[in-house]
């Protein structure tokens, strides 16, 4: 298949939604050492990479930046449309999902799961060859699955379980973990050694989400890039300096989207996401990132005319942002930040004939008393589940999600109260009293 034949300007997402955007600044020089003496020293692939027929501008170099791992930098002035990076299509490893066997998804919002299993046992059959691209893959250890991954044997280790709470990435990571479980089972029994091949299984998923890009965006291939990606993230598209293109030869390359400066990082948007969204699949999160919004913690409506309806009512409520509705509803900062979690509360409430029929009529959702009084109730549930930042020792970027709630949470509450009868919100507030 078939990248698009005029090499048009591609978008890069990994499989999570994303959504909106503010302002970021991010400091924009490589300070860091060049090269790191280490066993994943990148050099390795790059000598293979080159060896292969790929392509790297000389003026892109590979360095380490604190907090940030391996990166590309510019060494020089590089301008707009330069190509910085051309992998061949014979290094690419692949998996087109509509190709792959069947499998289920293994998070919500993965959206090319069939590919993605296939790309994780060719991973798990290939970190034994001594790959270089392969040795070179390293997901970081603050990855929320390989966290609570632990022994197979074991419940997840209670720690890690600890840390994540009061973030809806706890419920997300524990049922990613029981699913690639499940998911892996047959293997898992036959293999000699149960542990190790339950790490290489973290490891390859761990490797899919934090490395692997849907190019085109859109498209059922899922594709890992040598070298391409070494590039990190800039939080939105705007603050990018490079994207991804996809060639008519099979090859892949990444092209400076605007000037870079000398001792510039380049950096491509994996997709403009929340430090939700990064944390889980990436490990890291960014402060004051402009993508704020945080998934509300509620099931997905269990009957198919209530999930059609809520989906409907979350595509309304984002149409003029470019975020798609697959995902739950949100919570966002600013005016009207709850109104995807009264929707999704008011569809929660509804009988299923009832949707049924709200879908048939194209009737448009309208949150009344009954679920402002809800969304008080699960608003102040979701803060007491929500630990004290000093209770976290360990995990940092947790901590950041953590407080990022709390001041979403806060902004709900108060945007909830004021809109709610007084007598109403006299009611809650003695309940709350009454119940402390
Ligand atoms: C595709 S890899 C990029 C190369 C990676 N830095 C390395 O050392 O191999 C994605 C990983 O890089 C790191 N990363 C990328 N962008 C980042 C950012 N803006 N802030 C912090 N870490 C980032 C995260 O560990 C993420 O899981």
Not at 134 to 150: K, T, W
Not at 301 to 308: E, F, I, L, M, Y
């Amino acid at each position: 298949m078939s990248f698009s034949a005029h090499a048009a300007r591609l978008r890069v997402t990994l499989p999570v939604a994303c959504l909106v955007t503010y302002e970021w600044r991010r400091p924009s020089r490589c300070e860091g050492r060049l090269y790191r003496q280490s066993t994943d020293d990148p050099q390795r692939v790059l000598q293979w990479h080159a060896a292969h027929g790929g392509f790297v501008h000389g003026a892109v170099r590979a360095c380490q930046l604190p907090g940030l791992g391996w990166a590309l930098c510019a060494q020089a002035p590089v301008s707009s449309g330069t190509v910085l990076v051309t992998t061949p299509g014979s290094l690419l490893w692949t998996a087109f999902d509509k190709r792959a066997p069947q499998a289920a998804p293994l998070a919500p919002g993965e959206r090319l799961a069939s590919a993605s299993a296939q790309l994780r046992r060719r991973l798990v059959a290939a970190q034994a060859a001594g790959e270089p691209f392969v040795e070179a893959m390293h997901p970081p250890d603050s990855i929320p699955l390989q966290m609570v991954a632990g022994s197979v044997l074991d419940p997840p280790p209670e720690a890690a379980v600890g840390a994540l709470k009061g973030t809806t990435l706890l419920q997300h990571t524990l049922s990613l973990r029981s699913r690639l479980l499940e998911a892996i089972g047959p293997e898992l029994r036959a293999a000699k050694d149960a542990q190790a091949f339950w790490e290489a299984s973290v490891w390859a998923q761990a490797v899919i989400m934090s490395r692997a890009f849907h190019v085109p965006k859109d498209s059922d291939r899922l594709a890992l890039i040598p070298i391409v990606d070494i590039a990190n993230h800039a939080p939105t598209y705007q603050a990018a300096n490079a994207e991804i293109r996809d060639n008519p030869d099979g090859s892949i390359s990444m092209v400076a989207s605007r000037d870079i400066a000398s001792n510039e990082e380049v950096c491509i948007c994996y997709g403009e996401y929340s430090n939700e969204q990064l944390l889980f699949c990436y490990g890291f999160v960014i402060p004051n990132n402009p993508c704020q919004g945080l998934l509300c913690p509620l099931p997905v409506p269990d009957t198919a005319g209530r999930a059609q309806l809520l989906q409907r009512a979350l595509r309304r409520l984002r149409a003029t942002s470019k975020v798609p509705a697959e995902a739950f509803a949100a919570l966002r900062s600013g005016k009207d930040g709850a109104i995807e979690l009264l929707s999704a509360l008011k569809v929660w409430n509804m009988p299923e004939d009832e949707a049924q029929a709200m879908l048939k009529e194209g009737m448009e959702i309208t949150p009344g008393f009954q679920e402002f009084a809800s969304a008080l109730d699960f608003l102040e549930a979701w803060r007491k589940e929500i630990p004290a930042g000093e209770d976290v020792e360990s995990y940092k970027p947790a901590r950041l999600l953590q407080s990022e709630a709390r001041e979403l949470i806060e902004n709900a509450i108060a945007e909830v109260s004021s809109q709610l009868p007084w007598p109403l919100y006299l009611r809650f507030c003695l309940r709350k009293v009454i119940f402390w």
